[in-house]
Nanobody
Framework: QYQLVESGGGLVQPGGSLRLSCAAS????????IGWFRQAPGKEREGLSC??????????AYADSMKGRATISRDNAKDIVYLQINNLKPEDTARYYC?????????????????WGQGTQVTVSL
């Protein structure tokens, strides 16, 4: 059974940082392009960042909301994808999901991602 599992969410104060992790069960994460998405209450799910399939020099992409304060990366040895977000704001409060796209290049179109995790909650508040 193919599964993605996110972790690393929690309650953080404005201006703080979090590192979210995405791990796979039943398949190798490195063979997929991975995207990070989030959904806040009452809002549509939005794409945040993605990283291409594991390879030397993997390419990345960021939504405007993440540019300058987020970094997506892979730990190839652990087969985990991370999303580090700095300078968190209350409007970053949402459930964060990772998803796998069976392609070399990454993208943030949700329908192109085959496998999704259950998400991890991030709450930014005093």
């Amino acid at each position: 059974q193919y599964q993605l599992v996110e972790s690393g969410g929690g309650l953080v104060q404005p201006g703080g940082s979090l590192r979210l992790s995405c791990a796979a069960s039943g398949f190798t994460l490195g063979q997929y392009a991975i995207g990070w998405f989030r959904q806040a209450p009452g809002k549509e799910r939005e794409g945040l960042s993605c990283i291409s399939r594991q390879k030397v020099g993997s390419s990345t992409a960021y939504a405007d909301s993440m540019k300058g304060r987020a970094t997506i990366s892979r730990d190839n040895a652990k087969d985990i994808v991370y999303l580090q977000i700095n300078n968190l704001k209350p409007e970053d409060t949402a459930r964060y999901y990772c998803a796998a796209r069976n392609a070399y290049h990454c993208g943030l179109i949700q329908s192109e991602h085959k496998y999704w995790g259950q998400g991890t909650q991030v709450t930014v508040s005093l």
